[in-house]
């Protein structure tokens, strides 16, 4: 029998201890330790138990507690009054605070009984039932129940979860139960107050950094703490009412920030675990918004939600494979007619139209899957124009413009890149608006005019030099362009901006790619700092096998130096000599083609 007492009186740590321990009596319960004086005692150590679904459990106890049982069987009684409590949900990344409650600690469960907590934005909310059952904290079962008015939801970003991300403040109902093996989370809410939501509908294919941050899925990329022997699995269910409160962001290109902004209402379903993919159902009404499209990072044009034709999102389970219908305008102001270099006897009322200076809409839809949207144009006239009813008008946008798709395709690059028209061509093959710039696939308007772009200065290459092997590529490129060591603040302040044309001999033998950059400041500071910089770029390459895998090249290129403080272009030239190969997996790279069988196998008669 081993009788101890213990005192500690200090910081966070005022209690008093008195244990008894009988080794050689089975019949009675061989520890029973009474700590009938807990003063104002951290209750940090609950932490232990608690990671999987709570992180940064603070606050102090008061009250008796005794600890009775055997070595792993042991049973925790006692009142305790907890104040200035604090707790971080790992899921939603809220904070809330608990000025004060009453904790009954009995043999197989602990009862949290009902109080209240505050967010970090001062709203209130009643935790109506709190149960912990456990077995000496083994076997963790959790029943929880919150309602409340107002309350900060979720405050995520794409670092926690890449698949929807945000702020939301709402009224709500939450429910958290189940073996922590097994968990499940029930939130039913509606917003109100300014919430946003963001969903990242792909990456960027173009390597850089993003304001929008690598998101990462609660469940699959996160790495819970586990409780031993035990494989945990955190569901969480949402049913969103959506209103005028929230905004909708769907990112379809984080870093050219082609984003849709959406405000509207509708229900959506949302079910996400760490074994389960994630699910998402509903309809999302947009009652207004932009498309806020962004040319090569540099040109910034807004789409305007049409009202009243019937946008919307909607998802059916993959979050990724959802159908969309939206209608946005862009207007383009102060546009001339006599830019399309019509002659008066081809368009009728030709003289009036040279004479008009005003408003153009470009008209953006949006169908089919939100992925992979169809994108088509339209250009008219605003409804309030004087000249939109006009025969002249009609045709040409309709008929001349309108049905050719690629000529359409041309006049809306220039509308939204030059805020002009370009000079009319005649003739070409109708194809699609994807089809139109060369049958490469695009799943935002910025893709899709960069390369519009390309094809028509390729095609002016082609006609001024009477070549079909003619290409041209224009590209740009947004950077920052202060050292890293003086700047704190890594904002894209410089462009650079890319035309290169490339001719190739000898069956494609011999390539010449002869371009120019130009770099330069898009803020006062970097135009102070640098100059426009003229970057030529001259790269000539000879297949030496015929299959192209083996590659000798001479190049001499210009590029900007932000470095260097006293001359900022850098050149070099040199040759290299490349094998390339392409293979599915890595180890067809270092295994040999099989030589065919080049005995002939005769047949028989």
């Not at 950059?517 to 426009?532: E, I, N, P, S, W």
């Not at 083609?593 to 080049?598: L, P």
Request: hydrophobic residues 35%; charged residues 20%; glycine residues 8%.
């Amino acid at each position: 029998l081993v009788n101890a007492q213990v005192h500690s009186d200090n910081m966070d740590y005022h209690f008093d201890v008195r244990s008894i321990i009988n080794t050689s009596d089975s019949a009675t319960q061989p520890i029973n330790i009474m700590i009938p004086d807990l003063v104002n005692t951290k209750i940090d150590l609950l932490q232990k138990y608690l990671g999987a679904v709570f992180s940064n459990v603070t606050g102090y106890a008061t009250g008796q507690l005794q600890i009775v049982g055997t070595g792993r069987n042991l049973d925790y009684i006692g009142d305790l009054q907890l104040k200035n409590g604090s707790l971080h949900v790992n899921y939603t990344q809220c904070t809330y605070k608990i000025p004060a409650a009453t904790v009954h600690l009995r043999a197989d469960r602990i009862d949290f009984g009902s109080f209240q907590i505050q967010d970090t934005l001062g709203n209130k909310a009643e935790i109506s039932r709190g149960v912990l059952y456990h077995h000496s904290f083994r076997d963790m079962r959790y029943d929880f129940a919150l309602n409340t008015n107002k309350l900060l939801l979720l405050n995520t970003n794409i670092a926690d979860n890449n698949q929807f991300y945000g702020t939301m403040i709402g009224g709500a109902t939450v429910r958290l139960s189940g073996p922590q093996e097994d968990l499940q989370m029930y939130i039913k809410g509606e917003p109100t107050d300014s919430s946003n939501i963001f969903i990242p509908t792909t990456t960027s294919r173009e390597s850089a950094d993003a304001d929008f941050i690598v998101w990462k899925v609660y469940g699959k990329e996160m790495k819970p703490q586990k409780a031993p022997g035990a494989e945990e699995n955190f569901t969480v269910t949402l049913d969103v009412t959506a209103n005028n409160y929230a905004n909708v962001y769907l990112i379809i290109d984080p870093l050219t920030k082609d984003i849709i902004k959406a405000n509207g209402h509708g229900n959506l379903h949302i079910v996400v675990g760490t074994n389960t993919n994630m699910n998402m159902r509903g309809k999302y009404e947009i009652d207004r918004g932009n498309y806020n499209f962004s040319f090569q990072s540099f040109i910034r044009k807004p789409f305007v939600f049409k009202e009243g034709s019937n946008n919307y999102i909607q998802w059916t389970g993959d979050p990724y494979n959802a159908d969309i219908n939206i209608q946005a305008v862009y207007e383009a102001e102060n546009v001339q007619f006599g830019d399309l270099g019509v002659s008066d006897n081809v368009i009728p009322n030709g003289d009036k139209l040279k004479t008009y200076q005003g408003p153009v809409w470009v008209v953006a839809n949006l169908s089919d899957k939100l992925m992979h949207p169809a994108i088509t144009f339209e250009i008219q006239l605003p409804p309030n124009s004087q000249m939109r009813n006009d025969f002249g008008i009609s045709y040409l946008l309709d008929t001349r413009i309108g049905g050719d798709p690629n000529e359409l395709n041309k006049q809306v690059a220039f509308l939204l890149v030059f805020n002009s028209f370009g000079p009319l061509t005649i003739g070409g093959n109708a194809l699609t608006a994807n089809e139109a710039v060369g049958g490469i696939f695009f799943n935002s308007i910025s893709g899709f005019i960069s390369s519009a772009l390309s094809n028509q200065f390729s095609n002016i290459f082609q006609r001024v030099f009477k070549d079909k092997s003619i290409r041209v590529n224009f590209n740009t490129s947004l950077y920052n362009g202060i050292p890293i060591q003086e700047s704190i603040d890594r904002t894209y302040d410089r462009t650079n901006m890319n035309l290169s044309v490339i001719k190739s001999f000898l069956n494609e033998r011999l390539t010449f790619t002869v371009g120019s950059a130009l770099d330069f400041g898009l803020t006062a500071q970097q135009a102070q700092y640098a100059a426009v910089q003229f970057l030529p770029n001259i790269t000539a390459e000879w297949k030496i096998t015929e299959n192209g895998r083996v590659v000798l090249t001479f190049f001499y290129r210009d590029s900007y130096n932000y470095l260097n403080v006293g001359n900022h272009t850098t050149n070099s030239s040199g040759t290299s000599i490349s094998y390339r190969r392409d293979f599915d997996r890595l180890d067809e790279f270092f295994k040999k083609k099989k030589k065919a069988d080049s005995t002939a196998v005769e047949e028989k008669p």
